[in-house]
Structure formats: C-alpha cells, structure tokens
C-alpha cells in the first residue's frame, strides 16, 4: 500500500536560519544530458517529463502576491507533442489575478546534431475569458516534435495572499524536479500540511531572515487516471496552506481557524455564512403550506423539493456566499452554499432542527480530520435530525430523495456545525445500495440471431446514476448502462418509467436482436448480456490509488432464451459461486436446461464499496477470472 504521511506545521520565522536550493541552469541553456534524455527511467512509460517545474511566491511593498514559474518539459513520445499547446489560467473576477511576463523556447537537435533553439512571438499569445471567474493565457509553442525540450515561465500577480495556491510536486507526467519557495507575509502566520508517499523524501527549508519556506521533492512518477478512482488531488504528492494567524503591530496576536471549534465560531458568527440562517427571508406561502403538513418528514419534504425544483444553482460548488439568501429566493438563482443555507434558513423557520453541515464530494477529495483547513470542503449541506433520524439534503445538485445520503457523499467525512461547538462526522450509507433487477425474454432462431426484451428495475442509487443519463437524453442512458461495448447489437423501442416517483424503481425497457458467433455448424452463445461486467476494468499492473465504488452494490441478471426448435447444447458451463477473499464481492452464476430454454442467473453484490490500493492485485486478478466465467459460452447445434 502506498503510504501517505501528512505534516502539519507553522509557517513562523523562527525555524533554521538559512537554506540553498538545487541549482538548476539559467532559462534556455539546457545541459547534456537534458538533450540526449530518451526515456524516463523512474516512469518508462511516460510520454514527456518534466524536468523542472520551479516557482516562487512573494510580495511587493504593496504586499500583492507575485508568484514566478518556470516549467522545462521534454517530450519523449508521439503523445507528448500535444504538451506544445499551453493554457494558464487565472482569477480574473474583480481583476484579483493577471499573468505577465511570459517567456518561452523550444530546443531541437535534427539527425546530424544541428542545435536550434526558437522563442515564442510574443504576438501569438492570446487572453481568452472562460467564465465570469476565470480567464487564461493560452499560445502555441512552434516546432515541438518529439525529442524536443520546451521551457516556459511567467508571473502571476494576485492582489493579495488570498491568491495563495497549494503546490502540487507531482502531475500526470512524471517530475524529475519540483521547487516551490515562499516567502512569508510580514505579521502573519501560515499553517502547512505536507501530503507524501513514504517512500518519496522531501527537503523541507526555512530561511529566517527573509521569512520564507523552500520545498523541493525529486524524481516523482506520474498519477495517471484510473477506473474508480478518487479525486486525483487525495494521492498527489502536494503542500497546502492556510492562513492561521496574524501579530499586530502593538504585539498583540490574532489566530484564525486552528482548530475545529475555532473555525466553528468564526462561521458560525459570519454574516456570509451563520448570518444567513437567521435571515427574515420572505417565503410567507411556502412555510405556510410546509407547516400544514401532517408530519415533520413531510414538512422537511415540501420546503426541500421546492426549492430544488425552483432556485436554479449557477456556477462551480462553493462553500461561499456572494450576493445572500434572500436574493437567491428572491431571483431564484444561487450558487450552491446560498441555495443549501437558503433551505437551512427555510428549515429552521419551520421548526425543524436542522444546522449546515460542510462536506467534501468525492471528486473534490478526502477530509483529513486532523487539519481544519477551510479549503478541504467545497459545498455545504443541510443536516437534518427527526426523531434521532439523520437526513442529509442537498438543493443545488440532481434531486436525492430525503432517505439517502446525496450520492457525491456518501461514506465521506463532513464537518457538522452548530452554535456552539462543531465536529468531523461520517457520512454512512448501509442500507441502500446501488441495485439493478433485470430480466431477459429471448429466443434464438435458426439463423443464428438471438431476439428478446430487456426489462430492469433500478432501484437508490443506480436510479440515481442512470437518471443523471437520462437528463441528457434516452440514447445516454441505453449507451451509458446498456450497448456499451457490443458491436452488432441492434435495439428498438426503448422506454423508461417512474423517473419522478420516489418510491417506485426506475423501470427501463427495450427490444433487441444481436448474432450469435458461428463455426461450422456450431453457434456460440454469450450468456453474459447487459450485466455491466463484459469485461475487467483492471488492466494496469500497478495501481497508486484506491478503488471507491462509491456505494454497496447489488446486480441480479434472470434469463429465459428459448432455442430453436430441433437444437440443443453441446455443454452446459458448470455454476460456479466466487468470492474474494475479505468477502468484499460475490459473483455467481446458475444455469438450468429445461424445455428446451435455458434458465440462468447471475447476481453480483459487493459487500464494501472501498478497497485499498493495496489489495489491488487481489481485486485485479478476482476481476479478471470473474468475467472470463460470465463471458463462457454455450456452444448450440443442431441435434443429430
């Protein structure tokens, strides 16, 4: 398993005095030994690597922060030459961020050893807007092909260390050196959490008479994407800061959110936060009609489908009010921590007990419980208690109804606040699961096609993921979760029912026909249809990261194919029942001949939705003798 030991210290003047970096050659003079450079020899597959990727943060006298960066990339493969187009993006709101002073080469050596070395036009750098929050800088550098080195560095100029950025020493590509130095700002004090591999040494250097920080880590593989795997940024090898204090200039000493129960206080006294739960929100009608509702569940249910269905959620999840909640009902429009505080708000003015709870969605990245950093949520929720009954409700995302957990945290840690004191709780979700029933009606004739009707039931979760397919059309959800994979499937008449009914399972049907494989006079049937295991998502020999299916799983598969009259199979394949050793996942496999039809069932359950990179080999090997059984086949002819 691939430890990570994380640090949290105090970024204050008084640590060593003094440190030196890793002295690297000037921008554009490269060495011997960065030109003959042909593959990376901690990460033989990488298609380019980066040879330096250095930077600086300080202030100026106006104490904006400068940060200057440098990247030396050589490109070692076909693939890599993509790397030649370039985009820096920057907070452009407000005018918070610009980029300057860009500067970049490209090195070439042909076949007889000729050099060349080509800077970029400064004409061919454009500014595009992305968004009504970021913008960026974007050029092409000219005659990349593989063997080249391309180097490039700029600055960006933030009015002040709110721009403060976490530095991430590792990438997609493999990094040969990655230096970050920064200087602290006079009077305040930053806390830094350092995440690494054991097996990855840092240098970690303070220089007391500049107040500055220098962190270097070398010869780090690329963290490539990999099926079911966690937000990117849990395995990175980074640092992040935050800022936990300040001195004034009387001596005395200001300290910001430290601690849990500190950054409790603070939220809670904010008017951009707690102060928003105790807004006079005008929603005389809608309190009205919850209040009148028979039971405390109901009343939580009118005020939360109504303002998901009505206050529209713009822009990226945030923990961060920008215009209130009382616009956000008055315009119906919000970002999300105003659309979730508005419905906190609305909750409480019923009479619910209900308090805001800050969470981490999957893809945003894990909770470490021991650093309240602000920075590690990116939404927030309402929680709910009735009659020692949790709910946990979510009004800027797809609608979950209020039984489950919203399914981008689920078994996450959050953060639960309340007036007085806050606290990391676990976000469990056993009871519902991410279940499918589907069964198959089909016939095979005599010229070999096999026709039938697929109907499956799904039911939690996997309503909830092929609902999100459906919203952007039908043919998503038959690609997403049906004909994926097959390349002579046909289908037809495809219908989906109780998409808007909580209660019932999304009912989803179609017609298919697909051939049947044939030798001679044999014809060869794969059992193995519309399942989702065709085939084993594990195919890379090493694996850095987790496997979070993200909920327990339970898949069950009935079929009924009639053959044709006068054929009959050679061999039935033998039942089997498997199951990995910790008893995380179980498959199995039945099959009947009777009346000339085959009777088979399948079913797949997975008794935990998390394994450790760890027992990746394990889960890797179990995957891959699992759908070799489910993809046998039944081998039909005709009788003699």
């Known amino acids: 398993m691939k430890k990570f030991v994380p640090v949290l210290l105090l970024l204050t003047l008084l640590l060593q005095t003094g440190f030196s970096q890793t002295k690297v050659p000037a921008f554009g003079q490269f060495l011997t030994a960065e030109k003959e450079l042909k593959v990376c020899e901690f990460d033989p597959e990488a298609e380019a690597v980066i040879i330096l990727d250095k930077a600086e943060s300080n202030h100026n006298d106006e104490y904006n922060l400068i940060t200057k960066r440098r990247l030396r ?5 076909q693939k890599g030459i993509q790397l030649a187009d370039v985009s820096l993006y920057y907070y452009s709101k407000d005018d918070f961020e610009f980029i300057s ?13 000729n050099e060349e070395t080509k800077e970029l036009d400064q ?32 600055t960006v100029n933030s009015k002040n260390y709110n721009g403060l950025q976490d530095w991430y ?31 990855l040494p840092i240098t970690v ?6 107040g500055a920080m220098l962190f270097e880590m070398k010869d780090i593989a690329a963290l490539r994407q990999e099926p079911f795997m966690d937000a990117r940024k849990d395995y990175l090898q980074k640092v992040e800061f935050q800022l936990s204090g300040y001195s004034g200039r009387m001596g005395g000493r200001t300290r910001y959110m430290t601690t849990w129960a500190e950054l409790n206080r603070e939220l809670m006294r904010n008017e951009n936060f707690g102060g928003q739960i105790h807004r006079n929100v005008q929603a005389d009608e809608l309190l009205k009609k919850a209040k009148a509702a028979s039971t405390p569940f109901e009343k939580m249910k009118i005020i939360y489908k109504d303002i998901q269905r009505t206050v529209f959620t713009k822009g990226s999840k945030t923990i961060y009010v920008q215009e209130g909640v009382k616009d956000a009902w008055k315009n119906k429009i919000g970002n999300s921590a105003e659309v979730n505080l508005l419905l906190i708000n609305l909750l409480r003015s019923a009479g619910l007990d209900v308090s805001p709870l800050l969470v981490s969605e999957r893809s945003h990245g894990k909770v470490k419980e021991g650093y309240p950093f602000l920075d590690q949520f990116n939404n927030v929720m309402a929680w709910v208690q009735i009659d020692n009954q949790t709910y946990i409700l979510d009004a800027s995302s797809d609608y979950t109804p209020p039984e489950m957990v919203p399914p981008a945290v689920v078994n996450t840690k ?25 069964i198959i009606n089909a016939k095979v004739d005599s010229e070999g096609m096999v026709r039938g009707e697929v109907l499956t039931r799904s039911y939690d979760y996997a309503k909830l993921r092929r609902k999100a397919s459906l919203q952007k059309s039908k043919e998503k959800l038959l690609s997403d979760f049906f004909t994926d994979g097959y390349t002579e499937l046909k289908t037809e008449n495809f219908r989906v029912n109780n998409e808007d009914v909580d209660s019932l399972a999304l009912e989803q049907k179609f017609d298919f026909s697909i051939p049947l494989n044939a030798s001679g006079e044999y014809r060869m049937l794969n059992l193995n249809m519309f399942s989702g295991f065709r085939s084993n998502p594990f195919i890379s020999d090493i694996r850095f990261t987790d496997v979070n299916y993200g909920y327990l799983q339970n898949h069950e598969i009935l079929e009924l194919i009639a053959l044709p009259e006068g054929w009959e199979p050679e061999e039935l394949p033998k039942d089997f029942r498997m199951i990995t050793p910790d008893q995380g996942i179980t498959c199995a496999r039945y099959i009947k001949y009777l009346n000339n039809s085959l009777n088979v069932m399948f ?6 939705s998390i394994f450790d990179s760890g ?4 889960l890797k090997e179990f995957f891959k003798k699992m759908t070799n059984l489910m993809n046998e086949q039944v081998i039909i002819r005709k009788k003699n």
């Open 101 to 113: 002073e860009i500067n970049a080469v490209v090195f070439n050596r042909d076949a007889n050893g």
């Open 603 to 608: 079913r797949i359950e997975f008794n935990k």
């Open 414 to 438: 959050a953060f639960l606040l309340d007036k007085k004191e806050g606290g990391i709780i676990m976000l469990e979700e056993k009871k519902k699961q991410e279940r499918n029933r589907t």
């Open 615 to 618: 027992e990746y080999a394990t």
């Open 123 to 154: 004409n061919t750098i454009f500014d595009a807007k992305i968004s009504e929050f970021w913008s960026e800088k974007k050029f092409a550098l000219p005659g990349v092909r593989v063997g080249s080195i391309i180097e490039y560095e700029y």
């Open 73 to 77: 990339i050589k490109i070692l493969k």
């Open 169 to 199: 020493f590792q990438s997609d590509l493999p990094v040969m050196l990655s230096s970050y130095r920064l200087v602290v700002i006079p009077n305040h004090e930053f806390a830094y959490n350092v995440s690494k591999s054991e097996q």
């Open 205 to 210: 250097k303070s220089d007391r008479t500049e």
